[in-house]
């Protein structure tokens, strides 16, 4: 058991350390970058939903739409249906964004992938699936 928290230990922090040397290269923080991860692979919605595929509350969600607004990365837009919700998509500049830093997660699965057999590939597919549903 050790041996795996180790090594969960040691994969996230890689990971967090290449994501963050790629934001850095942006006027992105880390959430806005995953903000605009999910509205670039589920297209426009809602607070609540942009909330809750990030995890996080929909208070915390409002900042960082704030934010992504006043950078001209995303905008809000009323509901036809409901007037009280709004609809959040990504702007041109959003989208550009979303496809850069897109191509980056494409590019470190790639890499992953590269040094796994089709068959350890398929069984970290399964795996990862597994604990996203059960875990988180």
Not at 80 to 96: F, P
Request: net charge negative; no cysteine; proline share 1%.
């Amino acid at each position: 058991m050790e041996d795996l928290t180790d090594e969960l230990f040691r994969f996230f922090n890689g990971f967090a350390s290449w994501e963050s040397s790629v934001i850095r290269a942006s006027d992105l923080t880390v959430s806005e970058a995953h903000a605009i991860e999910v509205l670039g692979q589920y297209g426009q919605m809602n607070m609540k939903n942009v909330a809750m595929k990030l995890g996080v509350t929909t208070g915390t969600t409002t900042v960082t739409i704030d934010r992504l607004e006043k950078k001209q990365y995303a905008k809000r837009e009323p509901s036809l249906q409901d007037r009280r919700v709004y609809l959040i998509s990504l702007t041109e500049k959003g989208l550009k964004a979303y496809e850069e830093h897109h191509k980056y997660h494409s590019d470190l699965s790639r890499q992953i992938l590269g040094v796994l057999t089709e068959a350890e590939s398929e069984q970290l597919l399964s795996l990862f699936k597994k604990i996203n549903t059960e875990i988180f």
